[in-house]
């Protein structure tokens, strides 16, 4: 998607990235810094969507590992302990991606890749983790929502 969005003065000469993720703050009245006329207010609004879904899955995904990290004996096995562990973790990293997806300032697409990618791994690492513990199968789907929303988005920037 990133590159179907033009911005104004662009070239590949500048040494600047073609998509400087185009959004959030006006360069001109009317548009996002980034955007102009000729972008398809379709595919930004979808560029929007995405990032908010995304950020939308994270928060939820946030949510649901802290509960279920926070009903897991830290005196408990060696395992539970793990699986806790991811829990927090996995909320941590949710919670950090949904504050870089609410920034509104000009931001690295690369870094936002990193982000997403860090969470989508994690995400399903933690799924993974809980899908043996027992009434924890409701937080193992929240974290493959928000695996799938993260690679989701991830797909919108290309």
Known sequence: MCDRISTHGDSASDGASPCPLRAFGPARPGYPDGVTPSTSQQELYRFLEDRFLCAQACTECARACAVRASLLDPDGT????????????????????CRLLSVQDRQDEEGIRVQLEWCR??????????????????????????????????????
């Open 121 to 158: 791994s994690v995400c399903l690492e933690c799924a993974h983790a809980f899908d043996g513990q027992s009434g924890a199968e409701s937080a193992a789907g929240v974290c493959r929502v928000c695996a799938g929303a993260c690679t989701d988005f991830m797909a919108s920037l290309d």
């Open 78 to 97: 060696e395992r539970r302990d793990r699986v806790r562990r991811l829990g927090i973790m996995c909320a941590e990293v949710c919670e950090a991606t």
